[in-house]
């Protein structure tokens, strides 16, 4: 960049990464706003990280540091503390377990700020000349280790849940079914990314960590516009991971008819209209452990916990729907625990085999 000319090729990749960046930043407030439980903070963290590391990366790759040079690497700790959160937000996810942020899961964050403090003790000028002299220095050697640092750590919370859930766990057949396949390219496409930027960082080729930089808003974008069709596939791999698992029966202390009855007493009070009902919660509810209460529902039914939730709430839907010509489809399905509409009509297209616009006026004609 000479002077202050900038081209137009730097603008676009600017613009490129940067409009990424918006997007995951605006996407976390957004997420907050809505989810304000801790699996909603944790996610949000995810986007706010994945966005702060398109902006500095639009500034690195562009140039534009030269301007700025103190925003280059403060997405370094943010993304090494998403990377350990990752890893307990995929078990709340796959596994339906409690979120719990322990202070452990900081010390990657503070080592990389501990790294950080002689570059954000120096002037901007001081900072610019050791950007430009990266990688003939030790220090910058520290500084491009822990940004290869922070690719390897994703790669290892990814790759350890793989390794401990996915694999041994989930069926081959789940991942060939038509839900998988918009699911199966984002995963494909994340690793390929991650991938290209280690062997980039690894191999010093500026092309791959470049390349790897433009891909990520590409996935955020497909992520975004793919989430609803994602969610089936998060089903059926949970289910597959809890069938596995529970192979060992954990309901040799616990007669089936207590369950029955428990439920069944819950059901009437119509617990399942509560939007955050989770596994743990109902299993709490009803006075055992949740890998019992999993167990129970895959025995019992078949299937786990959303379907049989789902269950109920689309058939006091089809009531309300009925009875309550009235109210609007969001007002209804906020009623009976859906937290979107949209969530809403495909579970009960899925169910009922009609949208609920069109089973109340099918229930007219009839």
Not at 101 to 112: M, S
């Given at each position: 960049m000479e002077g202050n000319s900038i081209s137009l090729n730097l603008l676009l990749e600017f613009l490129w990464m940067g409009s990424g960046s918006v997007f995951c930043l605006i996407w976390s407030l957004s997420n907050l706003i809505q989810?304000?439980?801790v699996s909603g903070f944790v996610w949000s963290f995810i986007l706010f990280s994945t966005g702060l590391w398109l902006l500095t990366g639009a500034f690195m790759f562009t140039g534009f540091y030269k301007y700025f040079p103190s925003i280059t690497l403060v997405h370094i700790p943010f993304v090494f503390l998403s990377s350990t959160l990752l890893y307990l937000y995929l078990e709340y996810l796959f596994l339906e377990k409690q979120i719990q942020?322990?202070?452990?899961?900081?010390?990657?964050?503070?080592?990389?700020i501990f790294f950080l403090i002689p570059f954000y003790s120096e002037s901007d000028p001081k900072r610019l000349e050791f950007l430009e002299q990266l990688t003939q220095t030790e220090y910058g050697s520290v500084i491009v280790g822990l940004n290869f640092g922070i690719k390897l750590?994703?790669?290892?919370?990814?790759?350890?849940f793989l390794l401990k859930?996915?694999?041994p766990n989930v069926r081959l057949s789940v991942f060939f079914s038509k839900k998988a396949i918009y699911s199966l390219i984002f995963i494909l496409l994340i690793w390929i990314d991650l991938l290209l930027g280690s062997i980039g960082f690894t191999f010093q080729i500026p092309f791959f960590r470049k390349l790897s930089a433009y891909l990520l808003p590409v996935l955020m974008y497909f992520y975004y516009f793919t989430r609803e069709l994602w969610t089936p596939f998060v089903s059926d791999v949970r289910d597959s991971i809890q069938r596995n698992k529970y192979e060992k029966s954990k309901l040799v202390s616990v007669q089936l008819e207590t369950i029955d009855q428990r439920l069944y007493e819950l059901m009437r009070e119509?617990?399942?209209c509560d939007e955050d009902l989770s596994l743990s919660k109902l299993a709490e509810m009803a006075e055992v452990k949740p890998?019992?209460?999993s167990e129970y529902f895959h025995k019992r039914y078949g299937f786990g916990f959303y379907q049989y939730i789902n269950q109920y709430r689309i058939d006091e839907a089809k009531r309300l729907l009925l009875e309550s010509e009235e109210r609007s489809i969001l007002s209804i399905a906020d009623s009976v625990g859906f937290n979107s509409k949209s969530t809403f009509n495909r579970v009960f297209l899925e169910t009922v085999g009609a949208t609920p616009t069109e089973f109340r006026k099918q229930s007219k004609l009839s």
């Open positions: 989810n304000r439980k942020i322990k202070i452990y899961h900081f010390f990657p964050a503070i080592i990389a750590s994703i790669l290892f919370s990814v790759g350890l859930e996915w694999i119509k617990v399942y890998g019992q209460l």
